[in-house]
């Protein structure tokens, strides 16, 4: 089981002061929330990619290099990286570069992104984003899996023996999940591949998620990856603590109230209530965390969105000390201790070329070599 912490890179107001950090006052931050993460024993950390206001992170490799230089051990991640407006040329040498830098330390989540006007920044249609995703996808795969590639498609210009530099480490690209938080085709695409799938699993209700984490198990069965439960998932969730729960309210909440994408909206009580947005002590953390396991069955990735809403780095940080202290390795153990032998751990780069040189020893056939249709994902029920 994996633990970290992403962040979305918002710049937002701190309610409580009315001051806003720099755009160079934010990045910094964010590095220093990399570097934390490892300091107190987290797995991963992951940022997100955006191109508009009020975000800073546009450039995630650029970051995550960066991180890569000032780290040992940490997983570096994406909590999104947009498959749709960026050229699967570029996510491909791009990866593979940071692959080598970081000793194999990365993988990344795939998104849409949800951002209508972003879309036409790069030359792209919003309505065209589950095609893209699609399409771009199975490009990306080629390029890192074939040494040349002859390729034609709806969305770019064809390729006529190409080949992708760098290499991926090893001959094993970067580990890839699929993000989403409504679109069943998304789903089906991870299982289609034997791919991970993670559910944001922020803003909506659990049963919302609980559907669309079932329905990709149950495709990632069909496709013969393994049983719906071997299928590898990842979930987000966003936390503040306080050693008292109270207190942990009290300090919240005006960051809750004035958050640009959830405030003035529900109450806190409401969305704590419906979510899995957690705000209290450590032990409330921990027990609310472990109820994930009971709806959406033993996975492999669990983050926490930990610097949202203008909360101050030094706050942040407070929190971070708490959760690899008090939080995950509590955690850590009990969903350890609950996962059955043939669930698979998180995948490594060490796990995955371990497995690649296992298979080409037994003679296995790796599955998934087309990519499936949007008409081929079933409705969510």
């Given at each position: 089981m994996q633990f970290g912490v992403f962040t979305v890179g918002d710049v937002t107001p701190d309610p409580t002061t009315g001051r806003t950090p720099t755009e160079h006052e934010r990045i910094r931050a964010m590095v220093a929330i990399a570097r934390k993460a490892e300091e107190v024993g987290l797995d991963v950390f992951a940022t997100g990619e955006h191109h508009n206001e009020p975000f800073v992170p546009s450039s995630p490799t650029t970051m995550l290099g960066y991180v890569a230089a000032q780290t040992e051990r940490l997983l570096l991640s994406t909590a999104?990286?947009?498959?749709?407006?960026?050229?699967?040329?570029?996510?491909?040498?791009?990866?593979?570069?940071?692959?080598?830098?970081?000793?194999?330390?990365?993988?990344?989540?795939?998104?849409?992104?949800?951002?209508?006007?972003?879309?036409?920044?790069?030359?792209?249609?919003?309505r065209d984003g589950i095609p893209l995703a699609i399409e771009n996808y199975a490009l990306l795969r080629r390029l890192w899996t074939e040494d040349v590639v002859d390729w034609e498609g709806r969305f770019r210009t064809p390729l006529q023996s190409f080949?992708?530099?760098?290499?991926?480490?090893?001959?094993?690209?970067?580990?890839?999940?699929?993000?989403?938080?409504?679109?069943?085709?998304?789903?089906?695409?991870?299982?289609?591949?034997?791919?991970?799938?993670?559910?944001?699993h922020i803003f909506w209700p659990k049963e919302h998620f609980i559907r669309l984490v079932d329905f990709y198990r149950r495709r990632y069965e069909h496709y013969g990856h393994g049983s719906a439960d071997q299928a590898v998932v990842g979930l987000g969730g966003q936390v503040f603590l306080h050693k008292n729960s109270q207190e942990a309210v009290r300090r919240f909440r005006p960051y809750f109230d004035e958050a640009p994408v959830y405030g003035h909206g529900p109450s806190l009580e409401e969305f704590t209530e419906h979510t899995p947005l957690t705000v209290g002590s450590p032990q409330e953390v921990i027990d609310k965390t472990l109820t994930f396991r009971e709806h959406f069955g033993d996975y492999q990735r669990q983050l926490f969105l930990i610097d949202h809403a203008g909360l101050p780095l030094d706050v942040v940080l407070e929190q971070m000390e708490l959760l690899g202290s008090e939080v995950v390795p509590v955690l850590?153990?009990?969903?350890?201790?609950?996962?059955?032998?043939?669930?698979?751990?998180?995948?490594?780069?060490?796990?995955?070329?371990?497995a690649r040189d296992a298979a080409a020893r037994g003679g296995d056939r790796e599955t998934g070599l087309g990519a499936p249709t949007p008409a081929t994902a079933a409705t969510v029920a």
């Open positions: 999104v990286t947009l498959i749709t407006t960026n050229d699967p040329v570029k996510i491909a040498e791009d990866y593979a570069m940071l692959q080598h830098l970081s000793g194999g330390r990365v993988d990344l989540t795939m998104g849409r992104g949800n951002t209508g006007p972003v879309y036409p920044w790069f030359g792209k249609d919003i080949t992708s530099t760098p290499r991926p480490l090893d001959g094993v690209p970067p580990f890839v999940w699929h993000g989403s938080i409504r679109s069943p085709e998304i789903a089906e695409q991870a299982a289609y591949y034997g791919d991970g799938f993670f559910a944001n850590r153990r009990e969903m350890d201790a609950m996962r059955p032998a043939h669930v698979p751990d998180a995948p490594t780069h060490a796990s995955r070329v371990a």
